[in-house]
T-cell receptor, first 114, second 109 residues
Protein backbone atom coordinates (compact mmCIF):
# COMPACT_ATOMS: atom_id res chain seq x y z
CA UNK A 1 0.00 0.00 0.00
CA UNK A 2 1.11 3.56 -0.61
CA UNK A 3 2.74 5.29 2.34
CA UNK A 4 2.21 8.75 3.74
CA UNK A 5 2.97 11.34 1.08
CA UNK A 6 4.20 14.79 1.94
CA UNK A 7 4.68 17.56 -0.56
CA UNK A 8 6.83 19.37 -1.32
CA UNK A 9 9.97 17.59 -0.08
CA UNK A 10 12.05 20.74 0.06
CA UNK A 11 11.10 24.38 0.34
CA UNK A 12 13.08 27.60 0.63
CA UNK A 13 11.19 30.67 1.74
CA UNK A 14 12.04 34.20 2.79
CA UNK A 15 11.29 35.65 6.22
CA UNK A 16 7.81 37.11 6.32
CA UNK A 17 6.38 34.84 3.65
CA UNK A 18 3.84 32.14 4.26
CA UNK A 19 3.94 28.47 3.34
CA UNK A 20 1.50 25.58 2.98
CA UNK A 21 2.57 21.97 3.42
CA UNK A 22 0.49 19.00 2.33
CA UNK A 23 0.08 15.49 3.71
CA UNK A 24 -1.82 12.56 2.20
CA UNK A 25 -2.23 9.77 4.73
CA UNK A 26 -2.35 6.06 4.06
CA UNK A 27 -5.65 5.09 2.52
CA UNK A 28 -8.16 4.37 5.27
CA UNK A 29 -6.27 6.30 7.92
CA UNK A 30 -8.42 9.02 9.41
CA UNK A 31 -6.04 10.52 11.95
CA UNK A 32 -3.23 12.87 10.94
CA UNK A 33 -0.69 14.50 13.23
CA UNK A 34 2.02 17.03 12.45
CA UNK A 35 5.42 17.34 14.12
CA UNK A 36 8.29 19.76 13.80
CA UNK A 37 11.72 18.16 14.00
CA UNK A 38 14.88 20.11 14.73
CA UNK A 39 18.30 18.78 15.82
CA UNK A 40 18.13 20.31 19.27
CA UNK A 41 14.44 19.88 20.08
CA UNK A 42 13.58 16.49 18.67
CA UNK A 43 9.96 15.96 17.60
CA UNK A 44 7.66 18.75 18.73
CA UNK A 45 3.91 18.22 18.46
CA UNK A 46 1.97 20.70 16.30
CA UNK A 47 -1.57 19.38 15.72
CA UNK A 48 -3.69 16.28 15.53
CA UNK A 49 -6.73 15.90 13.29
CA UNK A 50 -9.37 13.25 13.14
CA UNK A 51 -12.36 13.30 10.79
CA UNK A 52 -11.75 16.94 9.85
CA UNK A 53 -11.67 18.06 13.49
CA UNK A 54 -8.63 19.31 15.36
CA UNK A 55 -8.38 17.12 18.45
CA UNK A 56 -5.23 18.54 19.96
CA UNK A 57 -2.85 21.42 19.43
CA UNK A 58 0.72 21.86 20.62
CA UNK A 59 2.42 24.90 22.07
CA UNK A 60 3.12 26.76 18.88
CA UNK A 61 2.16 30.36 18.07
CA UNK A 62 -0.99 31.17 16.13
CA UNK A 63 1.10 31.57 12.96
CA UNK A 64 0.92 27.79 12.70
CA UNK A 65 -2.44 26.48 11.56
CA UNK A 66 -3.79 23.39 9.91
CA UNK A 67 -6.83 21.65 8.59
CA UNK A 68 -8.04 18.27 7.42
CA UNK A 69 -10.27 17.58 4.47
CA UNK A 70 -13.04 15.04 4.05
CA UNK A 71 -10.67 12.65 2.26
CA UNK A 72 -8.34 12.81 5.34
CA UNK A 73 -5.68 14.78 3.51
CA UNK A 74 -4.24 17.50 5.68
CA UNK A 75 -2.47 20.79 5.20
CA UNK A 76 -0.55 22.97 7.57
CA UNK A 77 0.13 26.64 7.05
CA UNK A 78 2.78 28.86 8.56
CA UNK A 79 2.35 32.58 8.11
CA UNK A 80 4.91 35.35 8.61
CA UNK A 81 7.82 32.92 8.51
CA UNK A 82 10.73 33.38 10.91
CA UNK A 83 14.26 32.01 10.67
CA UNK A 84 13.50 29.72 13.62
CA UNK A 85 10.79 27.97 11.62
CA UNK A 86 13.47 26.22 9.58
CA UNK A 87 12.95 22.53 10.31
CA UNK A 88 11.79 19.19 9.02
CA UNK A 89 8.00 18.98 9.22
CA UNK A 90 6.72 15.45 9.58
CA UNK A 91 3.22 14.21 9.07
CA UNK A 92 2.09 10.96 10.70
CA UNK A 93 -1.09 9.03 10.06
CA UNK A 94 -2.90 6.31 11.97
CA UNK A 95 -6.17 4.44 11.57
CA UNK A 96 -7.78 6.42 14.34
CA UNK A 97 -6.77 8.43 17.38
CA UNK A 98 -6.21 5.31 19.49
CA UNK A 99 -2.97 4.87 17.48
CA UNK A 100 -2.84 1.21 18.52
CA UNK A 101 -1.26 0.29 15.21
CA UNK A 102 1.30 3.06 15.61
CA UNK A 103 2.03 6.03 13.45
CA UNK A 104 3.23 5.84 9.87
CA UNK A 105 5.38 8.86 9.15
CA UNK A 106 5.91 10.60 5.84
CA UNK A 107 9.38 11.52 4.64
CA UNK A 108 8.78 15.10 5.66
CA UNK A 109 9.06 18.56 4.16
CA UNK A 110 12.39 20.28 4.75
CA UNK A 111 11.63 24.00 5.17
CA UNK A 112 14.46 26.50 5.06
CA UNK A 113 13.70 30.13 5.89
CA UNK A 114 16.30 32.65 4.72
CA UNK B 1 4.58 16.70 29.15
CA UNK B 2 7.48 15.62 26.99
CA UNK B 3 8.93 12.29 28.20
CA UNK B 4 12.58 12.14 29.23
CA UNK B 5 14.84 9.64 27.49
CA UNK B 6 18.16 8.31 28.70
CA UNK B 7 20.88 7.95 27.73
CA UNK B 8 21.17 10.64 25.06
CA UNK B 9 23.63 8.57 23.09
CA UNK B 10 25.21 5.13 23.24
CA UNK B 11 27.93 3.43 21.24
CA UNK B 12 28.04 -0.35 21.01
CA UNK B 13 30.02 -3.07 19.32
CA UNK B 14 28.11 -5.64 17.30
CA UNK B 15 26.68 -8.28 19.58
CA UNK B 16 26.45 -6.07 22.67
CA UNK B 17 23.23 -5.20 24.47
CA UNK B 18 21.65 -1.82 25.20
CA UNK B 19 18.78 -0.42 27.23
CA UNK B 20 17.03 2.86 26.49
CA UNK B 21 14.74 4.37 29.09
CA UNK B 22 11.74 6.65 28.76
CA UNK B 23 10.24 8.36 31.81
CA UNK B 24 7.13 10.44 32.24
CA UNK B 25 5.95 12.76 34.98
CA UNK B 26 2.32 11.86 34.24
CA UNK B 27 0.40 8.62 34.31
CA UNK B 28 0.77 6.96 30.92
CA UNK B 29 -1.89 5.42 28.72
CA UNK B 30 0.46 4.12 26.08
CA UNK B 31 4.08 4.21 25.00
CA UNK B 32 5.33 3.94 21.43
CA UNK B 33 8.87 3.25 20.28
CA UNK B 34 10.25 4.40 16.92
CA UNK B 35 13.60 4.22 15.18
CA UNK B 36 14.78 6.87 12.75
CA UNK B 37 17.77 6.37 10.50
CA UNK B 38 19.63 9.37 9.19
CA UNK B 39 17.67 11.15 6.47
CA UNK B 40 14.67 8.85 6.82
CA UNK B 41 11.27 8.99 8.50
CA UNK B 42 10.77 7.45 11.94
CA UNK B 43 9.58 3.83 11.76
CA UNK B 44 7.19 2.31 14.28
CA UNK B 45 8.70 -0.51 16.37
CA UNK B 46 6.06 -1.33 18.96
CA UNK B 47 3.39 -0.08 21.30
CA UNK B 48 2.87 -0.80 24.96
CA UNK B 49 -0.52 -0.19 26.48
CA UNK B 50 -1.41 0.38 30.10
CA UNK B 51 -2.04 -3.02 31.61
CA UNK B 52 -0.44 -4.77 28.65
CA UNK B 53 2.39 -7.24 28.54
CA UNK B 54 5.96 -6.84 27.51
CA UNK B 55 6.14 -6.68 23.75
CA UNK B 56 8.78 -7.36 21.22
CA UNK B 57 10.50 -9.56 18.79
CA UNK B 58 13.46 -11.83 19.27
CA UNK B 59 16.11 -9.21 19.86
CA UNK B 60 14.19 -5.96 20.39
CA UNK B 61 11.70 -5.87 23.22
CA UNK B 62 10.21 -3.35 25.60
CA UNK B 63 8.60 -3.16 29.00
CA UNK B 64 6.17 -0.76 30.58
CA UNK B 65 6.21 -0.08 34.33
CA UNK B 66 2.98 1.75 35.12
CA UNK B 67 3.90 2.47 38.73
CA UNK B 68 7.16 4.11 37.76
CA UNK B 69 5.61 5.69 34.65
CA UNK B 70 8.54 4.37 32.71
CA UNK B 71 9.22 2.25 29.67
CA UNK B 72 12.46 0.59 28.63
CA UNK B 73 13.57 -0.63 25.22
CA UNK B 74 15.92 -3.62 25.20
CA UNK B 75 18.20 -4.33 22.25
CA UNK B 76 20.08 -7.59 22.55
CA UNK B 77 22.93 -8.88 20.41
CA UNK B 78 22.92 -5.60 18.48
CA UNK B 79 23.47 -5.55 14.75
CA UNK B 80 24.83 -2.78 12.51
CA UNK B 81 21.28 -2.24 11.23
CA UNK B 82 20.16 -1.19 14.72
CA UNK B 83 22.02 2.11 14.39
CA UNK B 84 19.77 5.16 14.42
CA UNK B 85 17.94 7.45 16.77
CA UNK B 86 15.30 5.87 18.99
CA UNK B 87 12.31 7.88 20.12
CA UNK B 88 9.69 7.04 22.69
CA UNK B 89 6.27 8.59 22.32
CA UNK B 90 3.86 8.87 25.22
CA UNK B 91 0.15 9.51 25.30
CA UNK B 92 -2.11 10.25 28.25
CA UNK B 93 -5.65 9.00 27.91
CA UNK B 94 -5.67 9.12 24.13
CA UNK B 95 -4.53 12.69 24.02
CA UNK B 96 -1.81 13.88 21.71
CA UNK B 97 1.42 11.96 21.51
CA UNK B 98 4.57 13.63 22.76
CA UNK B 99 8.05 12.40 21.92
CA UNK B 100 11.26 12.31 23.88
CA UNK B 101 14.39 14.04 22.56
CA UNK B 102 15.72 10.73 21.25
CA UNK B 103 18.63 8.38 21.95
CA UNK B 104 21.29 8.09 19.28
CA UNK B 105 22.50 4.51 19.01
CA UNK B 106 25.65 3.69 17.07
CA UNK B 107 26.65 0.08 16.49
CA UNK B 108 30.22 -0.45 15.33
CA UNK B 109 31.70 -3.59 13.78
Amino acid sequence: KAGVTQTPRYLIKTRGQQVTLSCSPISGHRSVSWYQQTPGQGLQFLFEYFSETQRNKGNFPGRFSGRQFSNSRSEMNVSTLELGDSALYLCASSLDYSREDGYTFGSGTRLTVV
Amino acid sequence: QQPVQSPQAVILREGEDAVINCSSSKALYSVHWYRQKHGEAPVFLMILLKGGEQKGHEKISASFNEKKQQSSLYLTASQLSYSGTYFCGTAYNNNDMRFGAGTRLTVKP
